[in-house]
């Protein structure tokens, strides 16, 4: 008998994509796909797998399929090895927007032997079971990393930055809302600001800026896939935010004492002039000079280099950190607002390699 | 060349949203906008539209330079996306002349976003073309 050897159903799909997997799928729709494998790209942020396939009486066709980031499927026992050219698989999936011979994979299922070649990856969780106290520095400051000899990083939990206060906002993990009409739940936006966002939302936020591998600054750059890591340089005043995701950037807190700039002086930038000082347990950091190339946050809220955030950090035990942003940009909003979310830590792992253009240089550009 | 079909038409893609990687996401007016105007048979002439929104209104220059024309009022519909454009001039003879231009702005999240509509400039009537640049 031929067949079933292979089921994988794949993590979350925004963690498999770069920008909005609504702008890139149909979820919508599904697809099978049959056919033999005629190339594998095993690189990061995306692997994919390339396949033959005959629809109906028809030519023959090549499709990319999309499977999950190699560092999470190594972890769940895949490599790059565990399928071969010339295999022959099934492919349950979601196709792309816009009739193009691509699809997300659901699941793979090789249809020659009975070899169960890899499991369901699993995305990094938390440990919540245990509530440690926050490590701290030798003078009781609270650290934003891990404890001496430990490793980890930290995980968002969120799909989108809303103001605080209200009633859920029923929305998908890429902040695309269930119902347009909640827009003017999300912030209190101008009225070319709500009209903007409504826009990005209806046109399913094809044009996200992080998808180019733009970087993301404001809270964006706490919501991406394969979370953050606080380095702390305490000898030379500055707090170093490494992302794990997106373009792979950092960002610098400064905390030497250093008073904030004048907007005017200040260079425009994707991360803006961050100055932090700690208020008890909490890291309270200010933050101007945003350029306007990006999104700060999921779902497409706009902003314009008028845009001043206080974020504060608070780590209230070794798991669980407390972000709270007030965004104040009055040439978009009609007045400060605040938001915010917890981030987990994801214990015992380090960060890993992703550049999230590489996918264009490995699959795209040939 | 079924197999070569694919690695261009993904290449194109790509390199369809890797060149406006810089599209400036704020208020989509702001920016520098680069045309014509002019009746469709006859002759155009060329216009630069800065315009800045400044938290409350578009400002801005039309021509940038020694003889900069500052935009009177720019209004905006933003359930259309129609934009109104007045400014006020004067002739090679120092008579004043009015503007008028009503466009619709489309393609938002390009760089670069189009307004097209229809220009009056005294008694001179046409269309124009806008590209942010």
Redesign the interface.
């Known amino acids: 008998m031929k067949s079933l050897a292979v089921i994988s159903m794949l993590a979350a799909f925004p963690m498999a994509a770069q920008g909005p997997f609504a702008a890139t799928y149909d979820s919508a729709r599904h697809i099978t796909l049959k056919g033999a494998v ?1 190339r594998i790209d095993w690189v990061n942020p995306h692997a994919f797998l ?1 396949l033959d396939v005959r629809e109906g009486n028809g ?4 499709w ?1 399929v999309e499977f999950g980031n190699p560092l999470e499927l190594e972890r769940n026992g895949w490599s790059r090895t565990s399928l071969h050219i010339g295999d022959v698989v099934t492919v349950e999936g979601i196709p792309a927007v816009g009739g ?3 699809a997300f994979a659901k699941s793979v299922v090789l249809t020659a032997g009975n070899r169960k070649i890899f499991t369901p990856p699993a995305k990094p969780r938390a440990v919540t079971n245990a509530r440690e106290p926050a490590p701290r520095w030798p003078d009781g400051q609270i650290r934003l990393g891990p404890a001496p000899g430990k490793k980890g990083y930290w995980a968002s939990t969120t799909s989108a930055l809303v103001e605080a206060g209200g009633a859920p906002i029923p929305m998908d993990a890429d902040g695309l809302l269930a119902h347009i009409s909640d827009a003017a739940r999300v912030a209190p936006f ?3 600001a ?3 966002y409504e ?2 939302q209806r ?1 399913r936020l ?2 996200d ?1 992080l ?4 970087p993301p600054g404001g809270p964006r750059q706490f919501q991406i896939a394969n979370g953050f890591q606080f380095v702390e340089q305490r000898d030379l005043g500055r707090i170093l935010v490494l992302l794990g995701g997106g373009d792979r950037n950092w960002r610098v807190i400064y905390t030497d004492g250093r008073k904030q700039g004048e907007p005017d002086e200040v260079v425009r930038s994707y991360y803006g002039n961050s100055v932090g000082r700690w208020d008890g347990d909490t890291l309270v950091v200010d933050s101007i000079g945003f350029n ?4 700060f946050a999921k779902g497409g809220l ?5 845009l001043h955030l206080v974020e504060r950090f608070t780590r209230s035990d070794l798991n669980t950190l407390k972000y709270e942003v007030t965004v104040d940009d ?3 909003y009609t007045r400060p607002w605040k938001g915010g979310w917890t981030m987990e830590w994801v214990p015992d792992r380090e960060l890993q390699e992703y550049f999230c253009e590489e996918n ?1 240089e490995s ?4 | 060349m079924r197999r070569r079909a694919w690695p261009l038409i993904v290449a194109c893609m790509w390199l369809s949203i890797i060149v406006p990687a810089m599209a400036q996401q704020g208020h989509p007016l702001t920016g520098t906008w680069i045309g014509d105007w002019g009746s469709a048979s006859g002759q155009r002439t060329a216009i630069t539209l800065v315009m800045n929104w400044d938290g409350k209104n578009v400002t801005g220059l039309i021509n940038p330079g020694p003889d900069s024309i500052p935009l009177g009022s720019v209004s905006v519909d933003y359930g259309s996306w129609t934009v109104r454009i007045d400014a006020d001039t004067k002739d090679a003879a120092g008579k004043p002349v009015h503007i008028s231009a009503e466009g619709k702005l489309e393609d938002l999240g390009s760089y670069h976003r189009t307004l097209k509509g229809t220009w009056q400039q005294g008694a001179a009537k046409g269309d124009f073309r806008l590209t942010r640049d």
């Open positions: 005629t390339f030519p023959m066709t090549n990319a193009h011979k691509v101008q009225p070319w709500k009209a903007l826009y990005r046109t094809k044009d800026p998808a180019r591998c733009i306007e190339h990006f999104w706009p902003h314009t280099e008028g009055p040439r978009t264009a699959t795209f550009i040939r």
